[in-house]
């Protein structure tokens, strides 16, 4: 709806409504527990698979990834660089996370003809040194997704 009188004055609300839409959703999200986010996201991964299908990218995945779990109201930092600790060394970004979700559940996004132990170990020792504890490996690169979806937890 344009204002002619006053232009900003409409486009003001809405992005004060934006804004206030969004804090609210941010304060129901956290005190969302692993296993309600989880779920959110595992059905979120699901109908992307379906619109998008396997054999892609990771990053074609990603993104569109990231965006339905914004538009579902989930807070979602994407390719989030953490720092690694080693005794006296500390390298600012010794990995990346591809998505982690409300601060509690890393995704790890893999589009590969099968895992491998390594991809499962690797999951794990992100949620270690993110102190999360619940963590999401999902392979795109299947017929029905819902076989690749893996849950890894530490310490939940």
């Not at 299908?53 to 914004?70: I, K, M, Q």
């Not at 930092?77 to 390298?91: A, F, N, S």
């Not at 999401?136 to 997704?145: D, G, R």
Request: aromatic share 8%; hydrophobic share 40%.
């Amino acid at each position: 709806m344009y204002n002619f009188k006053n232009p900003l004055k409409v486009r003001n609300n809405k992005i004060h409504a934006k804004k206030t839409q969004r804090i609210n959703t941010q304060r129901t999200q956290k005190q969302m527990t692993e296993n309600e986010i989880s779920y959110k996201i595992i059905g979120i991964a699901i109908e992307l698979h379906k619109q998008l299908g396997p054999g892609l990218l990771e990053s074609a995945y990603e993104y569109p990834f990231a965006y339905e779990l914004r538009e579902a109201g989930l807070f979602v930092e994407q390719q989030l660089p953490m720092p690694l600790l080693y005794k006296e060394i500390k390298m600012d970004c010794g990995y990346r996370i591809d998505l982690r979700v409300e601060k509690k559940v890393i995704i790890e996004i893999k589009s590969i003809e099968t895992l491998a132990p390594v991809h499962f170990a690797q999951t794990l020792t992100y949620l270690k040194l993110s102190e999360c504890k619940l963590g999401l490996l999902i392979n795109f690169n299947t017929v029905k997704l819902k076989g690749s979806i893996h849950r890894i937890v530490n310490n939940l």
